[in-house]
């Protein structure tokens, strides 16, 4: 019997995460069925107007997910995170970089924010700071110029080395946050002393705990 209750649903703004959710799923979280739903254009919207102002369509989206069956939801956009994660669809709904986030705070007050989009800035710094519940933590952030015109342009290896290069850049920190699950294989390349922390491994194991039976 399978030690899931039921499937896992992804809320993604981008394709390019559906297979790189499906390789961690394949080796560390065998039988775990997983759903996808890919909204680009809440992203745009978010980016545009704020994240509160998706968060109808968000909901919308989620409970279109619970209802044909998912036991839990797990959202793949730092942008939109926290509003999926208030959507009240009756069902868990987990972040993926919360995870990350706490690890960030374990490991030191001083932690950089690298984004390749200034709106996932600030959601991701207000995570970090639920996170650390009134210890004190310095989050610094960087935006790295051109490389979200690199993601959209379909250059994934330009777009991880360009990320994998500011990383380099930071050395007075106790964290990197890399705020985007898209930048997570900037992870293997980056030379840093600093620990680089990314959110899909950790952020799908998280989720897998809450349809575990």
């Not at 809440?42 to 545009?48: E, G, M, P, S, V």
């Not at 919308?60 to 995170?81: D, H, N, Q």
Request: one cysteine or more.
């Amino acid at each position: 019997m399978s030690p899931y209750a039921g499937p896992l649903a992804l809320l993604h703004t981008s394709p390019v995460h559906i297979p790189v959710f499906e390789a961690l799923r394949n080796a560390s979280h065998p039988g775990l069925e997983l759903t996808h739903l890919v909204a680009g254009e809440l992203l745009d919207r978010a980016r545009a107007d704020g994240p509160q102002a998706v968060a109808g369509d968000v909901r919308e989206l989620l409970g279109r997910a619970v209802a044909a069956g998912a036991c839990a939801v797990l959202c793949t956009c730092s942008t939109i995170g926290g509003v999926a994660e208030r959507a009240g669809v009756g069902v868990p709904v987990l972040r993926v970089d919360r995870p990350m986030a706490a690890a960030a705070v374990a490991a030191g007050p001083r932690i950089v924010v690298l984004a390749a989009l200034a709106s996932t800035l600030g959601p991701t710094v207000a995570l970090i700071r639920d996170e650390a519940g009134g210890r004190p933590v310095r989050a610094r952030t960087m935006v790295v110029e051109g490389a979200w015109d690199l993601f959209e342009a379909g250059d994934a290896s330009g777009y991880v080395r360009a990320v994998a290069l500011a990383a380099d850049t930071v050395t007075d920190a106790d964290a990197i946050v890399l705020a985007q699950a898209s930048m997570a294989p900037a992870r293997r390349l980056a030379r840093t002393v600093v620990p680089v922390l990314a959110s899909p491994g950790p952020g799908l194991a998280a989720a897998a705990a809450a349809v575990t039976r």
